[in-house]
């Protein structure tokens, strides 16, 4: 492969004059500087912009570190609400920062929040074993840490003062209780789950199973296939599965909506979607739409907004020094086609 | 490969039963190999070889076999394009989005336009500039990622009313009892056969990615048959994204994630040299539907997902063996 590319590159450079060679590579290597400077400018401005926030003194000061903004519906509003709930709180200011899904820039960011002197922090990990260290550095400089919606590595949970997010076990739970009522305590059923590895995917997956094993013994799970939270991907393993299974199927378990919407589409090719009972561990708008169509039977209902608020109550009352429990969960009800109207229809 | 030929010649004159084996496998490695695995997965999944199973496995690889026609070209042209990936979720959201507000064939026109625009900016950086086509495409698949997600905001985009609309039809459709993107696989890798073996520009192809320097000198342009071959590859990319969002009714900002290594990992399954100026676009897409048939048959068969990959890896090395040795004419040793 290495090779290869020599080849290739040469076979460029063999075409071009020597000076011009130099020419070009000078060329480029101009253009990156610039670009590296812009973007350095460009960050610093950003910065400055976030650091206003900061200024008084007899106010509660919270710092905030988000896994990716923008990068799912999930994540925008749950910073959108994260930022709302901060602004009509009286007394308390954030600097919220954005790690866009990098590790090393959440480090950085966390080591930023704790020169600001923030009363308290919340972080959403990018990824639970590499922020461990940062985390410690928080604890050592006295800040208390909440860390939020996913969790980080065990090591990790002595520096940190609590957990503020879903239960993502119980929703696997909650999904299965809504598959055992479903299929009445009986039929084969195969599970659709998100990515391996991945800590949520793992949590809903072992939730659903244990649930099951323990209270359904009438109930087999045939099959248990990652789709890496890919909906195209989700068809092709349900297609798959399908031809390998057929009219044993009886009902499918998905790990969240969007996973959930891909396996139906290969259901109703099939044929067979409404007879098999779908249930889910997290609901999202289309699914919400699935259900009142009669597809999905079961779902969990996770809200961003509750999670976002829940990091902030968590948070404000960490900074006060009140005492906080480690486990902080929002509720994460069941929802059926029969208390549906109870909920609104998720915006992600 | 001539040369290939010329070597094996004194094996030839001793015609024993093994050398005449030898010799046809010399030159058909890929299709040997793709029976053995067809082979193995009849034997041992009695689903497999159902024509509903057939079906449902080409309909699986056909976008991929899509992207594929023009991968195949930009490599044997000598280049590469990581992008395509990434222009499959821009194309596909693009053409979701996109429907809903000026209905099917203008979106589907706007997202082929989107393909050949990225397909073009490329062309011009890598034919024109002389840039390194790994890196520039390498750029691409985080820049037009990116686009995505300044583009959707983040959001997963759908059509409202899925039922009110024929553009499922391209995704979900039959003619004839075949999946309609199957059909269109068909017709786009004739089509592409005929341009790149029977036209003056696909032998230019050959030349170009065969032999930069003596192309040059017999006054081939090649800027502009890298560009070409970009823009075709940006085309076909836009297809696939098309035929994706037609399936789903829906686009997700990472649909097309990694697809970029599943095809290149295909074409080169299908023998098309790394170092340009060897590739055929049907030999390549036997590559894809290996890719392909070995997803659905560990599945059929149960195998724990982890192994799938360890299984994959070591099918993928091992037809990439057979092919070169039996181009060295050197399976017997």
């Given at each position: 492969?290495?090779?290869?590319?020599?080849?290739?590159?040469?076979?460029?450079?063999?075409?071009?004059?020597?000076?011009?060679?130099?020419?070009?590579?000078?060329?480029?290597?101009?253009?990156?500087?610039?670009?590296?400077?812009?973007?350095?400018?460009?960050?610093?401005?950003?910065?400055?912009?976030?650091?206003?926030?900061?200024?008084?003194?007899?106010?509660?000061?919270?710092?905030?570190?988000?896994?990716?903004?923008?990068?799912?519906?999930?994540?925008?509003?749950?910073?959108?609400?994260?930022?709302?709930?901060?602004?009509?709180?009286?007394?308390?200011?954030?600097?919220?920062?954005?790690?866009?899904?990098?590790?090393?820039?959440?480090?950085?960011?966390?080591?930023?929040?704790?020169?600001?002197?923030?009363?308290?922090?919340?972080?959403?990990?990018?990824?639970?074993?590499?922020?461990?260290?940062?985390?410690?550095?928080?604890?050592?400089?006295?800040?208390?840490?909440?860390?939020?919606?996913?969790?980080?590595?065990?090591?990790?949970?002595?520096?940190?003062?609590?957990?503020?997010?879903?239960?993502?076990?119980?929703?696997?739970?909650?999904?299965?209780?809504?598959?055992?009522?479903?299929?009445?305590?009986?039929?084969?059923?195969?599970?659709?789950?998100?990515?391996?590895?991945?800590?949520?995917?793992?949590?809903?997956?072992?939730?659903?199973?244990?649930?099951?094993?323990?209270?359904?013994?009438?109930?087999?799970?045939?099959?248990?296939?990652?789709?890496?939270?890919?909906?195209?991907?989700?068809?092709?393993?349900?297609?798959?599965?399908?031809?390998?299974?057929?009219?044993?199927?009886?009902?499918?378990?998905?790990?969240?909506?969007?996973?959930?919407?891909?396996?139906?589409?290969?259901?109703?090719?099939?044929?067979?979607?409404?007879?098999?009972?779908?249930?889910?561990?997290?609901?999202?708008?289309?699914?919400?739409?699935?259900?009142?169509?009669?597809?999905?039977?079961?779902?969990?209902?996770?809200?961003?907004?509750?999670?976002?608020?829940?990091?902030?109550?968590?948070?404000?009352?960490?900074?006060?020094?009140?005492?906080?429990?480690?486990?902080?969960?929002?509720?994460?009800?069941?929802?059926?086609?029969?208390?549906?109207?109870?909920?609104?229809?998720?915006?992600? | 490969?001539?040369?290939?030929?010329?070597?094996?010649?004194?094996?030839?004159?001793?015609?024993?039963?093994?050398?005449?084996?030898?010799?046809?496998?010399?030159?058909?490695?890929?299709?040997?190999?793709?029976?053995?695995?067809?082979?193995?997965?009849?034997?041992?999944?009695?689903?497999?070889?159902?024509?509903?199973?057939?079906?449902?496995?080409?309909?699986?690889?056909?976008?991929?076999?899509?992207?594929?026609?023009?991968m195949?070209?930009v490599?044997?042209?000598?280049h590469f394009d990581l992008s395509v990936g990434s222009l499959?979720?821009?194309?596909?959201?693009?053409?979701?989005?996109?429907?809903?507000?000026?209905?099917?064939?203008?979106?589907?026109?706007?997202?082929?336009?989107?393909?050949?625009?990225s397909g073009?900016f490329i062309g011009?950086l890598v034919?024109?500039?002389?840039l390194n086509s790994l890196i520039i495409t390498l750029g691409m698949l985080v820049g037009l990622?990116?686009?995505?997600?300044?583009?959707?905001?983040?959001?997963?985009?759908?059509?409202?009313?899925?039922?009110?609309?024929?553009?499922?039809?391209?995704?979900?459709?039959?003619?004839?009892?075949?999946?309609?993107?199957?059909?269109?696989?068909?017709?786009?890798?004739?089509?592409?056969?005929?341009?790149?073996?029977?036209?003056?520009?696909?032998?230019?192809?050959?030349?170009?990615?065969?032999?930069?320097?003596?192309?040059?000198?017999?006054?081939?342009?090649?800027?502009?048959?890298?560009?070409?071959?970009f823009?075709?590859s940006g085309?076909?990319?836009?297809?696939?994204?098309?035929?994706?969002?037609?399936?789903?009714?829906?686009?997700?900002?990472?649909?097309?994630?990694?697809?970029e290594?599943?095809?290149?990992?295909?074409?080169?399954?299908?023998?098309?040299?790394?170092?340009?100026?060897?590739?055929?676009?049907?030999?390549?897409?036997?590559?894809?539907?290996?890719?392909?048939?070995?997803?659905?048959?560990?599945?059929?068969?149960?195998?724990?997902?982890?192994?799938?990959?360890?299984?994959?890896?070591?099918?993928?090395?091992?037809?990439?063996?057979?092919?070169?040795?039996?181009?060295?004419?050197?399976?017997?040793?």
């Amino acid at each position: 492969m290495q090779t290869d590319i020599v080849d290739i590159y040469e076979k460029a450079a063999v075409q071009m004059h020597p000076q011009k060679k130099e020419w070009l590579m000078k060329k480029t290597v101009n253009v990156l500087l610039v670009l590296v400077m812009v973007l350095c400018v460009g960050s610093v401005a950003f910065a400055n912009g976030q650091q206003e926030a900061d200024v008084d003194d007899g106010t509660i000061l919270i710092g905030h570190t988000a896994n990716n903004t923008g990068i799912d519906s999930y994540q925008t509003t749950h910073d959108k609400v994260y930022r709302d709930t901060i602004a009509n709180t009286e007394g308390v200011e954030a600097i919220i920062l954005d790690a866009k899904g990098d590790v090393a820039k959440q480090i950085s960011q966390i080591e930023t929040l704790i020169q600001k002197g923030v009363d308290a922090m919340t972080v959403w990990p990018v990824n639970g074993k590499a922020v461990v260290p940062a985390v410690k550095k928080a604890f050592d400089a006295g800040i208390p840490v909440i860390i939020v919606n996913s969790l980080i590595d065990e090591s990790g949970y002595e520096y940190a003062v609590g957990f503020a997010g879903p239960n993502t076990y119980t929703e696997g739970e909650n999904a299965a209780k809504g598959m055992i009522k479903a299929l009445d305590g009986k039929g084969d059923v195969v599970e659709l789950m998100g990515l391996p590895g991945y800590v949520t995917a793992i949590n809903r997956s072992e939730g659903f199973q244990d649930y099951i094993k323990a209270n359904a013994p009438g109930i087999t799970i045939l099959a248990t296939e990652p789709t890496d939270w890919n909906r195209a991907k989700a068809t092709q393993v349900m297609e798959n599965l399908i031809v390998k299974y057929g009219d044993q199927i009886d009902g499918v378990y998905v790990a969240d909506d969007n996973v959930g919407i891909g396996g139906l589409n290969a259901l109703k090719e099939a044929g067979m979607a409404g007879d098999v009972v779908m249930t889910s561990a997290c609901m999202f708008g289309e699914g919400y739409d699935a259900m009142e169509e009669g597809y999905i039977m079961g779902s969990v209902y996770q809200s961003p907004a509750e999670d976002a608020r829940k990091a902030v109550e968590t948070a404000i009352k960490a900074a006060k020094g009140e005492e906080v429990p480690f486990w902080n969960y929002f509720e994460t009800p069941v929802v059926t086609p029969d208390n549906m109207k109870d909920f609104e229809r998720p915006n992600f | 490969m001539q040369q290939a030929e010329l070597m094996a010649n004194p094996a030839e004159q001793r015609t024993t039963l093994m050398r005449r084996i030898a010799k046809a496998t010399e030159k058909h490695g890929l299709i040997v190999a793709f029976f053995i695995v067809v082979a193995f997965f009849s034997i041992a999944s009695e689903n497999f070889l159902s024509p509903k199973n057939v079906m449902l496995v080409l309909r699986q690889v056909s976008i991929l076999g899509t992207i594929a026609i023009g991968m195949t070209i930009v490599i044997t042209v000598g280049h590469f394009d990581l992008s395509v990936g990434s222009l499959t979720s821009l194309t596909a959201v693009v053409v979701i989005s996109m429907h809903d507000i000026v209905g099917p064939v203008p979106a589907m026109l706007i997202a082929i336009l989107v393909g050949l625009i990225s397909g073009a900016f490329i062309g011009y950086l890598v034919g024109y500039l002389r840039l390194n086509s790994l890196i520039i495409t390498l750029g691409m698949l985080v820049g037009l990622q990116a686009i995505v997600l300044i583009y959707t905001g983040g959001k997963y985009t759908r059509i409202v009313a899925p039922d009110e609309t024929w553009f499922g039809f391209i995704g979900r459709g039959f003619l004839f009892g075949v999946p309609l993107p199957v059909i269109i696989l068909g017709v786009l890798l004739l089509i592409f056969s005929v341009i790149l073996l029977k036209t003056v520009f696909g032998r230019q192809v050959f030349s170009v990615g065969g032999n930069p320097t003596a192309s040059k000198f017999s006054g081939i342009s090649d800027r502009k048959i890298i560009f070409t071959a970009f823009v075709i590859s940006g085309f076909l990319t836009a297809i696939a994204g098309i035929i994706m969002g037609s399936r789903l009714m829906a686009a997700q900002n990472y649909l097309g994630q990694g697809y970029e290594f599943e095809v290149i990992a295909g074409v080169i399954l299908g023998g098309v040299s790394l170092s340009g100026g060897e590739g055929n676009i049907f030999k390549a897409f036997i590559g894809i539907l290996i890719i392909g048939i070995l997803k659905n048959g560990f599945l059929l068969l149960g195998f724990p997902y982890y192994f799938q990959w360890v299984a994959q890896w070591v099918i993928v090395v091992g037809v990439v063996w057979l092919d070169v040795a039996t181009k060295r004419g050197k399976v017997l040793g």
